[in-house]
């Protein structure tokens, strides 16, 4: 499975061709950030509400669901008539509140790693949506915090095997903000897929260079297609292996 879109709606006309490209390549679930955690406070920090009826727009013209992370639970009823899928960010995995209040809402959730969280701590928090009633749960490795600048975070590939081994809960692997660059996505991705990932989740953008966040690691969509053909190709590959064997 694919999930692909922006880091954040910048525009109702960047979101609808990107949706575009996203339901051509059969992939049939968007992201789209709308309150952007960002380290800076004077960085772009998401349209907010008003990128809901972007969203809702982009989602009737061209059949997707969407993924889009809460950072606050006041926002739960605000997002709730248009995403499909409540994210857990990085920086929310430990705020334990936010879980339950999330676990609470209905919705699947897409749980990230923490970027300091160990496997442990991690599963522990999708306990947490678990216990509040949840059950449909995506947790999704994002890397971990290194001491190497040459990428954003350590992509931990080895997570995805061993939290197969500990949950029944479908793993997901983020090459974009595993690695902060874009040349890198395509490699990881194939790299979480050959591992048996469920599936990769990636940020493409028109014009990553003019991006409003995250432009480096951004996917424009000759990069999203060459992925889309990559993985195509390497999922076809496998399959034949697992007939071999
Ligand atoms: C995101 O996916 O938009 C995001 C902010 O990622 P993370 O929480 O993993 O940093
Ligand atoms: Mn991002």
Request: aromatic share 6%; proline share 5%; glycine share 8%.
């Amino acid at each position: 499975m694919v999930i692909a879109g922006p880091c954040a709606v910048e525009s109702r006309e960047s979101l609808m061709e990107i949706a575009q490209i996203v339901s051509e390549e059969g992939v049939r679930i968007m992201r789209a950030g709308v309150f952007k955690p960002r380290t800076s406070p004077y960085s772009f920090r998401g349209l907010g509400e008003d990128a809901l009826p972007m969203i809702a727009e982009a989602k009737e013209r061209f059949g997707l669901s969407v993924v889009s992370e809460v950072m606050s639970s006041k926002d739960i009823s605000v997002m709730a008539p248009v995403v499909d899928i409540f994210q857990v960010g990085s920086r929310n995995m430990f705020n334990y509140r936010l879980l339950e209040e999330i676990g609470k809402a209905g919705k699947p959730v897409l749980l990230k790693r923490g970027m300091m969280a160990s496997l442990r701590e991690f599963l522990w928090s999708a306990e947490y949506i678990l216990l509040s009633g949840e059950k449909r749960i995506i947790l999704c490795e994002r890397g971990i915090r290194g001491f190497d600048t040459e990428t954003r975070n350590v992509l931990d590939i080895a997570a995805v095997p061993l939290l197969k081994q500990k949950t029944y809960l479908p793993v997901m692997v983020d090459p974009s903000h595993g690695t902060g660059r874009r040349d890198l996505v395509i490699p990881m991705a194939k790299a979480a897929l050959a591992v048996g990932a469920d599936g990769v989740m990636v940020e493409i953008h028109p014009e990553p260079e003019k991006a409003l966040s995250d432009g480096p690691q951004a996917l424009d969509f000759a990069g999203f297609r060459r992925l889309m053909e990559e993985l195509r190709g390497l999922s076809r590959a496998l399959s034949e292996i697992k007939k071999e064997a």
